[in-house]
């Protein structure tokens, strides 16, 4: 399984999300709230907009994000970090 990553930011989960249609929809504080319908079905996270994000929270970002996707949270880790041209 690869590594997950220790110096991902808030804001480049974000951006990494993306691909599964997650925007974000407001802001308060320090913590973004990011809205998909990827899958037909409204689903909501938050995220910290600190740098890094903590290991642990980052990992329970992810495991709630598969579980939407009805996908592993290894499969998610490979598609959302994999090197680009590695």
Do not use: C, W
Not at 54 to 76: A, C, M, Q, W
């Amino acid at each position: 399984m690869p590594k997950l990553p220790r110096d991902i930011s808030g804001r480049e989960l974000a951006k990494l999300l993306k691909k599964y249609r997650y925007q974000t929809v407001r802001q308060a504080g320090s913590h973004m709230r990011l809205v998909s319908n990827f899958k037909d079905i409204e689903h909501k996270i938050t995220i910290p907009d600190h740098k890094p994000i903590k290991i642990g929270t980052l990992n329970n970002i992810l495991i709630e994000v598969s579980d939407y996707l009805k996908i592993t949270k290894e499969e998610l880790v490979e598609e959302l970090f994999k090197k680009k041209g590695g």
